[in-house]
């Protein structure tokens, strides 16, 4: 059909036509065929609008964002560098946004592969969305290139920890210690030394490594975490000093407010965990310990977290999202009082994540399920790994 002016569409104009006509009916198809999905959706999210004015706020980006937003064209390299910096933003604020940019930013990156940064990248994104085959086989390409990549070494122990293979952990440890990187070594033994149950060992290797002058911020916050959660394991009464001390040096760091917000309802203390979450109600890992200290604490709102903590998982599910595995069996276990389904998901969990925590989510369902067989495996998996407080 002829245009205004007359002239007949060119080609390129019918081929962009037909693809909004065919975009259209798609989007017409999945309105029809997904009901229930959008009204889970929509009943968990505002009502959209059109803003009156450029000064209507629409949405907020986490502290420290704009410190790594560019400023000026990129090489390949720094694109690599921003991206890591985006991933570790994204775990310190539980912002899955971060790690979606990054993940875009290094797909645009297709000439380096083999690039040491983007490797490091790359795993930083395997390893956020708890693939750690994939991290991991990033960190083993990097470290056959380059043998004395002493943080490629540290993150592969870390990894390794997380997974429950602390020989190998213990391999990277002692080749970080005995030359790559002795500052990398010392917190890589702290770290091993503390998924042993040898809290003492740990906290004395700490002790001489945050006594150094110059230490690099970033690192300075995950030793005084690492601290703090020594303390708390060894039942120190000043765990709660080293967790104000962690929280100083990273404010909002959701991976110290975890934690510690464990560390209050172990302690006895649920009422304090309101005041520290309250403000995060983004956060579904938080808002979790948030619900489960205000069913402890015999709290007002107890059933409204409770309600609103069900409505994430059902929304995560509808969008096809699987909600954190650990969390969602202390969800069942504790606020759903569903041993069996508590149970299932915890041995899921345990086949890919065997950190401390992992195994005691696992025990508290195999123990209310009266599976004893499940406690003596667990009890055996820790001997063999080394480990001296079993489950």
């Given at each position: 059909?002829?245009?205004?002016?007359?002239?007949?569409?060119?080609?390129?104009?019918?081929?962009?036509?037909?693809?909004?006509?065919?975009?259209?009916?798609?989007?017409?198809?999945?309105l029809?065929a997904?009901?229930?999905?959008?009204?889970?959706?929509?009943?968990?999210?505002?009502?959209?609008?059109?803003?009156?004015?450029?000064?209507?706020?629409?949405?907020?980006?986490?502290?420290?964002?704009?410190?790594?937003?560019?400023?000026?064209?990129?090489?390949?390299?720094?694109?690599a560098?921003?991206?890591?910096?985006?991933?570790?933003?994204?775990?310190?604020?539980?912002?899955?946004?971060?790690?979606?940019?990054?993940?875009a930013?290094?797909?645009?990156?297709?000439?380096?592969?083999?690039?040491?940064?983007?490797?490091?990248?790359?795993?930083?994104?395997?390893?956020?969305?708890?693939?750690?085959?994939?991290?991991?086989?990033?960190?083993?390409?990097?470290?056959a290139?380059?043998?004395?990549?002493?943080e490629?070494?540290?993150?592969?122990?870390?990894?390794?920890?997380?997974?429950?293979?602390?020989?190998?952990?213990?391999?990277?440890?002692?080749?970080?210690?005995?030359?790559?990187?002795?500052?990398?070594?010392?917190?890589?033994?702290?770290?091993?030394?503390?998924?042993?149950?040898?809290?003492?060992?740990?906290?004395?290797?700490?002790?001489?490594?945050?006594?150094?002058?110059?230490?690099?911020?970033?690192?300075?916050?995950h030793?005084?975490?690492?601290?703090?959660?020594?303390?708390?394991?060894?039942?120190?009464?000043?765990?709660?000093?080293?967790?104000?001390?962690?929280?100083?040096?990273?404010?909002?760091?959701?991976?110290?407010?975890?934690?510690?917000?464990?560390?209050?309802?172990?302690?006895?203390?649920?009422?304090?965990?309101?005041?520290?979450?309250?403000?995060?109600?983004?956060?579904?890992?938080?808002?979790?310990?948030?619900?489960?200290?205000?069913?402890?604490?015999?709290?007002?709102?107890?059933?409204?977290?409770?309600?609103?903590?069900?409505?994430?998982?059902?929304?995560?599910?509808?969008?096809?999202?699987?909600?954190?595995?650990?969390?969602?069996?202390?969800?069942?276990?504790?606020?759903?009082?569903?041993?069996?389904?508590?149970?299932?998901?915890?041995?899921r969990?345990?086949?890919?994540?065997?950190?401390?925590?992992?195994?005691?989510?696992?025990?508290?369902?195999?123990?209310?399920?009266?599976?004893?067989?499940?406690?003596?495996?667990?009890?055996?998996?820790?001997?063999?790994?080394?480990?001296?407080?079993?489950?």
């Amino acid at each position: 059909m002829p245009d205004s002016a007359g002239h007949a569409p060119r080609p390129s104009e019918h081929d962009a036509l037909l693809s909004r006509i065919i975009a259209a009916l798609v989007l017409a198809l999945l309105l029809f065929a997904l009901p229930g999905l959008l009204q889970v959706a929509h009943a968990a999210r505002p009502v959209a609008f059109v803003p009156a004015d450029g000064s209507v706020v629409l949405d907020r980006l986490p502290g420290g964002y704009m410190q790594v937003v560019p400023v000026h064209r990129e090489t390949p390299g720094e694109a690599a560098l921003r991206a890591q910096r985006l991933y570790q933003l994204a775990a310190r604020t539980g912002d899955a946004r971060l790690a979606t940019r990054a993940d875009a930013l290094l797909a645009r990156q297709p000439t380096l592969q083999r690039n040491a940064g983007v490797r490091m990248a790359r795993a930083f994104s395997a390893q956020h969305r708890h693939d750690f085959p994939a991290a991991l086989r990033e960190l083993d390409a990097l470290i056959a290139a380059s043998p004395r990549h002493g943080e490629a070494r540290l993150a592969r122990a870390q990894i390794q920890l997380v997974r429950g293979n602390l020989a190998a952990a213990r391999q990277d440890c002692v080749a970080l210690a005995t030359g790559i990187d002795q500052d990398s070594g010392l917190l890589c033994v702290a770290m091993l030394s503390l998924r042993q149950g040898r809290t003492g060992v740990a906290a004395q290797v700490l002790d001489r490594w945050l006594r150094q002058d110059g230490l690099d911020p970033a690192r300075r916050a995950h030793a005084l975490l690492l601290r703090a959660d020594v303390a708390a394991r060894a039942r120190d009464p000043g765990a709660d000093a080293f967790y104000r001390h962690a929280m100083a040096a990273s404010p909002g760091d959701v991976r110290v407010l975890l934690p510690y917000a464990r560390f209050l309802r172990d302690t006895r203390r649920p009422s304090r965990v309101e005041s520290l979450l309250a403000a995060y109600a983004d956060h579904d890992g938080l808002q979790l310990q948030r619900a489960l200290a205000a069913q402890e604490a015999g709290a007002a709102n107890a059933a409204t977290l409770r309600q609103s903590q069900a409505r994430r998982y059902a929304l995560l599910r509808a969008l096809g999202q699987t909600p954190e595995l650990r969390d969602e069996a202390e969800y069942l276990l504790l606020l759903r009082h569903d041993i069996p389904g508590a149970l299932a998901v915890a041995q899921r969990n345990f086949r890919t994540q065997r950190d401390h925590e992992d195994v005691q989510v696992l025990a508290r369902a195999a123990q209310a399920a009266g599976r004893t067989e499940i406690l003596r495996n667990l009890h055996d998996w820790s001997a063999q790994q080394g480990i001296g407080a079993t489950p």
